[in-house]
């Protein structure tokens, strides 16, 4: 079972850019998943976060208006479209999936511990 996130990269403020998270091992299409984000010197945090079919996401405040989640079930991949970026942005990006999380309920889908997989990250530097 594997996560496996791309598309960081160097960018300047105001730019944008696109993550991806492909899965593999099993089939995620019945899992939540998820977009967190660490600083260096800070906690993994909550970015955002999509059900099953696509019909229910959530946002950090901090992101919300410029971040969009998105994913294709027949491709197992969970996307993250970066628009107007920030350099407070600056992060190493993972994804994350479980299959016993349901939105809607309460906010744990904002804790990194209630979720079973995890990719490797992927960085993101926006530029000033």
């Known amino acids: 079972v594997q996560l496996q996130a791309f598309g960081g990269g160097l960018v300047q403020a105001g730019g944008s850019l696109r993550l991806s998270c492909a899965a593999s091992g099993r089939t995620f299409s019945r899992d939540i998943m998820a977009w967190f984000r660490q600083a260096p010197g800070k906690e993994r945090e909550f970015v955002s976060t999509i059900n099953w079919s696509g019909s229910n996401t959530y946002y950090a405040d901090s992101v919300k208006g410029r971040f969009t989640i998105s994913r294709d079930n027949t491709k197992n991949t969970v996307y993250l479209q970066m628009l107007s970026l920030k350099p407070e942005d600056t992060a190493v990006y993972y994804c994350?999936?479980?299959?016993?999380?349901?939105?809607?309920?309460?906010?744990?889908?904002?804790?990194?511990?209630?979720?079973?997989?995890w990719g490797q990250g992927t960085l993101v530097t926006v530029s000033s």
């Open positions: 994350a999936s479980d299959q016993r999380l349901t939105l809607g309920i309460n906010d744990d889908y904002t804790r990194p511990y209630e979720y079973e997989y």
